[in-house]
């Protein structure tokens, strides 16, 4: 197991067969890292980078059959919100 710090997270829907549904996805890098320890938000990563990790999610579904769609980025704290309402549900 290894601690991590949530940076951030993106919202999303994907859509199915089984019609439409939430599919967010949180990011988070190791507290311990040399490498990522200046990273604290998503607006950390070069939007280049992020364009490749949306895009990722979206051919990724797309293959399996589902259209997802990315509906807005958060920062930190709120993504530890969303994660804390989601860990209690």
Do not use: T, W
């Amino acid at each position: 197991m290894m601690d991590c710090r949530i940076i951030g997270v993106m919202l999303a829907e994907q859509n199915s067969k089984k019609g439409k549904e939430r599919n967010d996805r949180f990011f988070a890098v190791p507290v311990l890292s040399k490498v990522f320890e200046h990273v604290q938000s998503i607006k950390d990563i070069p939007k280049e980078e992020m364009a490749n990790v949306v895009n990722f999610f979206m051919v990724y579904n797309l293959q399996q059959g589902k259209e997802f769609s990315p509906i807005k980025m958060l920062d930190p704290h709120d993504a530890v919100k969303l994660y804390k309402k989601y860990r209690l549900a």
